[in-house]
């Protein structure tokens, strides 16, 4: 297998695991965004998800609640900077900036974040010329498929924790219908039900 092959292969395990978070948020009627941090010689060393709702902060995304976990667990931030960060989507132009003070050097993510990426989308937050912090690396479109229909299946359901919902247009409907259906047949969504 190739080097480009192996590291296809590894980027895809790691990042159903970031999916697995995300389902997890997916069920607490959170914005499904889950993550992995995974240490080069400890395998993954944090998990989180989206905790807006639940905490009632909007600043508690997936990676800096894993993070935060982490570092008030007794972890080290050097063990954190030498980690890959596997998210399902872009980080946000908040989180991105937030990564780069923590000194994260790469983030492989799902699907862009065509209102808010920090990663290149709206945003070059990750590489820009910004002070001392370091720039990280990005690499974009792992499983892509499986997060942008987790995030169809979120917005075609009514947000019962929203102050005042948003009726669902036809079309997030029949995208989350769709999204529903592309799991059910999914690989990966069997290999997940399964184990």
């Known amino acids: 297998m190739s080097d480009d092959a192996t590291a296809s292969a590894v980027h895809a395990t790691h990042m159903g695991e970031a999916l697995r978070e995300a389902e997890v948020a997916l069920a607490a009627s959170e914005v499904p965004v889950g993550c992995v941090y995974v240490h080069p010689e400890r395998g993954v060393v944090m998990r989180g998800h989206n905790r807006t709702v639940a905490s009632c902060n909007n600043t508690r995304h997936a990676e800096l609640e894993a993070a935060d976990r982490f570092l008030l667990g007794g972890g080290e931030l050097c063990a954190l900077a030498e980690s890959t960060l596997y998210v399902t989507v872009e980080p946000c132009i908040m989180c991105a900036f937030g990564l780069r003070q923590l000194g994260v050097r790469r983030v492989v993510f799902g699907c862009r974040n065509d209102k808010f990426g920090g990663c290149g989308s709206v945003l070059s937050v990750h590489d820009d010329a910004l002070g001392d912090a370091p720039a990280f690396s990005a690499v974009s479109g792992v499983r892509e498929d499986e997060a942008v229909a987790l995030m ?20 997030q409907i029949e995208l989350g219908a769709e999204a529903a259906a592309a799991r059910s047949e999914s690989p990966h969504a069997r290999k997940a039900d399964e184990g």
């Open 152 to 171: 169809r299946l979120f917005y075609a359901q009514e947000n019962v924790n929203a102050p005042e919902p948003q009726k669902r247009t036809r079309r």
